[in-house]
């Protein structure tokens, strides 16, 4: 069956960078997503990755896709205090109505 | 672009009331919109699959005649909860997911609906 799986708390200090790892299982997934989700409120897509891809950067973010591995991660250079927010991994499966599957999302506490 | 907005935002109602949701994207149509449940610290479960002008497809466990779903056009969906008890009290968060497919499949959310249910 399919399975999002990330850890759920990562703490780091202003200005580091900040890795959030997700490992998936169906390897029919098409794409790859990173949600943010403050308090509160909705979740906010921050980018996506094919699957066939390896690598995708934007501005502060990167992603890299192990898919040997079924590894994806996250990474955010020079975090600051307004990225803390709980991220969410999630894949789209091929030949599905674009349903997505969301790992249980990592809670990135940022300290000043 | 790609904006989605929830009504009401938040919600509290007695038990035994119905609450409709309302799920509007903004700036673009939607053959597809979803709704999603969210409990406190979790993640979000898909509740049902919602295409414009047919019946929505729900997901094991969740019961069509209590969430009532209707698509009636390229850019609202309406969520329902019928008979509303406490246990249904949850974060309702929709997304939609466009028409046209230049955004890789992707699914914008919804700020989500606070249900509160006494």
């Known amino acids: 069956g399919e399975d999002v799986e990330q850890s759920l708390f990562l703490s780091v200090r202003e200005g580091d960078s900040s890795v959030i790892n997700c490992t998936y299982t169906?390897?029919?997934?098409?794409?790859l997503y990173w949600y943010k989700q403050e308090p509160g409120a909705g979740l906010q897509l921050l980018t996506y990755?094919?699957?066939?891809?390896d690598m995708k950067q934007d501005q502060r973010l990167t992603v890299l896709l192990n898919k040997k591995d079924k590894h994806l991660s996250l990474r955010i250079a020079d975090t600051q205090t307004g990225d803390s927010a709980i991220y969410f991994c999630?894949?789209?499966?091929?030949?599905?109505?674009?349903?997505?599957?969301f790992g249980k999302g990592t809670k990135l506490s940022v300290k000043p | 672009g790609a904006v989605v907005s929830q009504h009401p935002s938040r919600v509290i109602c007695k038990s035994g009331t119905s609450v409709k949701i309302e799920c509007r994207s903004l700036?673009?149509?939607?053959?597809?919109m979803f709704w999603y449940r969210q409990f406190p610290k979790q993640s979000l479960m898909l509740m049902a699959t919602?295409?414009?002008?047919?019946?929505?497809?729900?997901e094991q466990g969740v019961e069509k005649d209590k969430f009532l779903i209707n698509h009636a056009s390229l850019t609202l969906s309406t969520l329902t909860v019928t008979s509303a008890h406490p246990e249904d009290s949850s974060f309702y968060i929709c997304?939609?997911?466009?028409?046209?497919?230049?955004?890789?499949?992707?699914?914008?959310f919804g700020p989500g609906t606070r249900l509160t249910v006494l």
């Open positions: 997304s939609a997911r466009p028409f046209l497919r230049e955004f890789a499949d992707t699914q914008y």
């Open positions: 169906d390897s029919s997934s098409t794409y």
């Open positions: 990755i094919f699957s066939n891809m």
């Open positions: 999630a894949e789209s499966m091929r030949g599905s109505q674009g349903n997505l599957i």
């Open positions: 700036d673009f149509q939607a053959t597809t």
């Open positions: 919602s295409n414009e002008g047919s019946k929505a497809t729900y």
